[in-house]
């Protein structure tokens, strides 16, 4: 089967640094998406790998690797408004994208 | 500004009575998506459109229907919503490109639906 596995919940400080990490199996590969969601709203897009290595965007930088079937996202200078679940997702040789469940992160002061 | 819309964003049902939950957008997409998801859940897709080609997931219920009329709409109707249906529904749309890789989803606000 297809599975996307991500950690539940994290916590971190403002103004600090948090890795949330993504490891998949999945029927085939087609790029991997980041989403951010906030409590009772839509998920929005963050970033897309496809190659290995990392892609950078302002605070936020995400890590490819495919041969481990495993990624991360880098938040960076965390902000209190960074508080939201983090969705990842993969889309398969079907061009389906296969969710996550992701991960809470919960900032503190 | 170019975007997502559902309607409504809050709707309350009775057990058995029918519902359609509405998706307009302004962006031309060609593809449109609907989900369902519930709290700490994965989104689950429902139905996409390829342009008008309906795809129906395997283990979406008979009880969930979806149309789409034209380019811009997209409708879900839920037959007979039981307690299990209460959850965010998302509608989504993307653009397919030739080699349809790469293509980010794009998320409208989503309709919570409470079933009494």
């Known amino acids: 089967g297809q599975n996307i596995d991500q950690p539940t919940e994290m916590t971190a400080t403002e103004g600090a640094i948090v890795q949330i990490n993504c490891t998949y199996q999945?029927?085939?590969?087609?790029?991997l998406f980041w989403y951010q969601q906030h409590a009772g709203e839509a998920p929005t897009f963050l970033s897309y790998n496809v190659l290995d290595g990392l892609e950078e965007k302002g605070r936020f930088s995400s890590f490819l690797s495919r041969s481990k079937g495993y990624s991360y996202l880098l938040l960076k200078e965390l902000q209190m408004k960074d508080s939201a679940s983090y969705l990842c997702?993969?889309?398969?040789?079907?061009?389906?994208?296969?969710w996550g469940a992701g991960t809470k992160l919960i900032i503190k002061p | 500004d170019a975007m997502v819309i559902q309607n409504p964003r809050y709707q309350v049902t009775q057990f058995g009575k029918p519902v359609t939950l509405s998706c307009s957008q302004t962006?031309?997409?060609?593809?449109m998506y609907w989900y369902q998801q519930k709290s700490s859940q994965a989104p689950k897709l429902l139905f996409h459109y390829y342009d008008k080609d309906f795809n129906n997931e395997a283990d979406t219920p008979d009880n969930f229907q979806s149309r789409r009329p034209n380019t811009s709409f997209c409708f879900l109707d839920i037959r007979s919503p039981g307690l299990g249906d209460a959850a965010m529904y998302l509608c989504?749309?993307?653009?397919?490109?030739?080699?349809?890789?790469?293509?980010?989803?794009?998320f409208g606000p989503g309709t919570r639906l409470t079933v009494l």
């Open positions: 989504a749309t993307s653009r397919e490109s030739v080699d349809r890789v790469g293509n980010e989803q794009f």
């Open positions: 997702a993969v889309m398969d040789s079907n061009y389906q994208l296969i």
């Open positions: 999945t029927s085939g590969f087609n790029g």
């Open positions: 962006l031309n997409h060609n593809v």
